[in-house]
């Protein structure tokens, strides 16, 4: 877990989940995109509903904010997600 130091004292760095959708037009050029692209999510399995049809695909993701968690994404794919601030809880 990435954690940043602050005043002597360890703090959680925020959750994102990133919310990608295409048209299944798209769909080839949404993973073309990941061509030459650095990132550490590349060649890791992320949820997705492009094999049954949805064009769909969710990742969880540490960033400072928003943008950070963005540029984790090639631009063609970033430009088409949505970064969603999400916290662990307890269900009962």
């Known amino acids: ?37 650095r990132s550490p999510l590349r060649r890791r399995p992320a949820a997705s509903t492009c094999l049954v049809g949805g064009h769909a695909v969710w990742w969880r993701v540490e960033a400072l904010d928003r943008d950070a968690a963005l540029a984790l994404l090639p631009p063609y794919v970033a430009h088409r997600t949505d970064a969603i601030p999400v916290r662990d809880v307890q269900i009962p």
């Open 1 to 37: 877990m990435i954690r940043a130091l602050r005043g002597g004292s360890l703090e959680r760095v925020p959750f994102f989940l990133l919310h990608h959708q295409h048209s299944a037009l798209e769909c080839d050029a949404a993973f073309a995109a990941w061509q030459g692209f």
